[in-house]
T-cell receptor, first 113, second 111 residues
Framework: DQQVKQNSPSLSVQEGRISILNCDYT??????FLWYKKYPAEGPTFLIS?????DKNEDGRFTVFLNKSAKHLSLHIVPSQPGDSAVYFC????????????FGTGTRLTVIP | SQTIHQWPATLVQPVGSPLSLECTVE??????LYWYRQAAGRGLQLLFY??????ISSEVPQNLSASRPQDRQFILSSKKLLLSDSGFYLC??????????FGSGTRLTVV
């Protein structure tokens, strides 16, 4: 059962505009959420995270929003740049156990110059 | 600082041949280690994880196996590869700011 879902497999955005990537989860016990960025033929790299006690975290052009009541988080990239083109994975962490990070299926973002 | 190494970067193997992918972690002790696969157009599928030497948990029944002969070494193996084993394999350890830190991956093509 997929506990973390990214319903949009792909997204195209013009350079300079905002990119919004969405993620939904089902387990209310998740306490920490992360976004990873992955280029082809490379491993995913950590981008930004948010604790369940917050509703927003900002790091430069990247902002993550968390809506716990809706079990929804989103990643905003403003302004989008061609180098942002990659696959973005949403992940949610449960509070215990070794197998405690659950990934979404990813969204491929293409930023058009 | 902690680093994770994974090799080889690419591999082309015939059907029925064996497989051995290796992953090592430096700068940490007793890490939780993970093997993931990203099939074409799909997300990250957890294959195995390990909390210590000789301790392997399998998430998906398949043609692959994993072993952890040393604290910071994690090996993914197969006795006979299938075409469906093709994919991008990632090793990760549980640590760092991002929860998990991933290796650079191995692109496996079974022909």
């Amino acid at each position: 059962d997929q506990q973390v879902k990214q319903n949009s497999p792909s997204l195209s955005v013009q350079e300079g505009r905002i990119s919004i990537l969405n993620c939904d989860y089902t387990n209310s016990m998740f306490d920490y959420f992360l976004w990873y960025k992955k280029y082809p033929a490379e491993g995913p790299t950590f981008l930004i995270s948010i604790s369940s006690i917050k509703d927003k975290n900002e790091d430069g052009r990247f902002t993550v929003f968390l809506n716990k009541s809706a079990k929804h988080l989103s990643l905003h990239i403003v302004p989008s740049q061609p180098g942002d083109s990659a696959v973005y994975f949403c992940a949610a962490r449960s509070y215990s156990g070794a197998n405690n990070l659950f990934f979404g299926t990813g969204t491929r973002l293409t930023v058009i110059p | 600082s902690q680093t994770i190494h994974q090799w080889p970067a690419t591999l082309v193997q015939p059907v029925g041949s064996p497989l051995s992918l290796e992953c090592t972690v430096e700068g940490t002790s007793n890490p939780n280690l993970y093997w993931y696969r990203q099939a074409a157009g799909r997300g990250l599928q957890l294959l195995f994880y390990s909390v210590g030497i000789g301790q392997i948990s399998s998430e998906v029944p398949q043609n692959l196996s994993a072993s952890r002969p040393q604290d910071r070494q994690f090996i993914l193996s197969s006795k006979k590869l299938l075409l469906s084993d093709s994919g991008f394999y990632l090793c990760a350890w549980s640590g760092g700011l991002g929860g998990y830190t991933f290796g650079s991956g191995t692109r496996l093509t079974v022909v």
